[in-house]
């Protein structure tokens, strides 16, 4: 587990999608925030007290989280200083990109000599079985989306917190590196080995009590030319029960595809629940999940309505409104 309070590090992420994971943790976790660190030219604000190294760890921050996640998973140059600067003064680092912080010489020198701990939330720890397909006894709900960055971990955050807030038994459960900061644990599966996917999904949401749902936190999309394989294991290994549908309605094409489109939400539904029949055919589609916040009160309201008129599936946005109607699809 992670020493917690955090300063959680925007580095200069271009935009608030950018830092994703520190956005993650700000809205989930906020009682371990303490303060946030930008590098020049960083487009992003977590809405925390921005601090210097020297002044978080003044103020009790025990760990700097990375809170970027860039194409590729990787360290910037420009961020090694300030990443050393806090190790040196005894903090520990965690992150979650590819780039592993124990490949970095210069932090690992760094570590050793604050006394510090590099954690690499992103590397497998478990040596994770081939799925069998066998069926397992509970329930488990899985967040597919029409493209990457929509709104899936919001989605199962939420359903879990309102299922437990009713005295239903729920699980969250994590799959990237966002909700493994958040929970403390998880599978960091867009790191496993290819062949081993499906089976850590298996092993991450074993056999359980026959009314208690796992809410899977989905990753990549279906339609994503760059990270369908993730998706793949998801379906196929999480066997689900219960499908939501996520969608961010005012993006111009796939995140980092220029020339793609996102699909329909009705070509996310037809696929998706396809491809799951293979392992359940008794899967539902149960509800639609958008993510309005790039929308005014009354754009967001409206585009709820038209969707949930013409999908014929209660649409929500969780974070703006609840999951009220998704978790009693559930019941």
């Not at 925007?10 to 371990?32: C, F, M, T």
Request: with cysteine; hydrophobic share 45%.
């Amino acid at each position: 587990m992670l020493k917690t309070p955090y300063l959680l590090f925007l580095g200069d992420a271009p935009d608030a999608l950018a830092a994703k994971v520190a956005q993650g943790i700000r809205d989930w976790r906020p009682e371990h925030c303490l303060g946030q660190l930008r590098l020049p030219g960083c487009k992003a604000d977590m809405r925390l007290p921005d601090m210097t190294v020297a002044e978080a760890a003044a103020k009790g921050a025990k760990t700097l989280v990375v809170g970027v996640a860039n194409r590729g998973g990787i360290i910037g140059p420009s961020w090694i200083a300030a990443l050393k600067e806090a190790l040196a003064m005894g903090m520990d680092v965690a992150s979650g990109l590819h780039n592993l912080l124990r490949d970095e010489p210069e932090l690992v020198a760094a570590a050793k000599t604050g006394g510090a701990a590099l954690h690499d939330v992103r590397l497998p720890s478990v040596k994770y079985p081939i799925a069998t397909g066998k069926k397992r006894t509970g329930k488990r709900c899985l967040a597919v989306g029409t493209d990457c960055s929509v709104g899936k971990m919001y989605t199962a955050l939420a359903m879990e917190r309102e299922m437990r807030t009713r005295g239903m038994k729920a699980t969250f459960r994590a799959t990237g590196q966002t909700g493994i900061l958040i929970t403390g644990e998880g599978v960091p599966l867009d790191a496993v080995v290819a062949d081993f996917m499906a089976g850590a999904v298996e092993w991450l949401t074993p056999d359980n009590e026959p009314d208690h749902w796992d809410l899977i936190e989905g990753q990549g999309s279906l339609f994503h030319a760059s990270y369908s394989g993730v998706t793949m294991a998801l379906v196929h290994g999480g066997q689900p029960d219960a499908l939501v549908l996520c969608h961010e309605p005012t993006r111009p094409h796939m995140r980092g595809l220029p020339d793609y489109r996102l699909p329909s939400l009705e070509d996310l539904r037809d696929v998706a629940m396809r491809l799951a029949q293979i392992v359940n055919p008794a899967v539902e589609a149960i509800g639609v999940s958008v993510n309005t916040s790039a929308m005014s009160e009354e754009e967001a309201m409206a585009y709820l309505a038209d969707t949930e008129a013409r999908m014929g599936l209660p649409t929500v946005d969780p974070f703006r409104y609840g999951v009220g109607r998704l978790v009693d699809k559930l019941i």
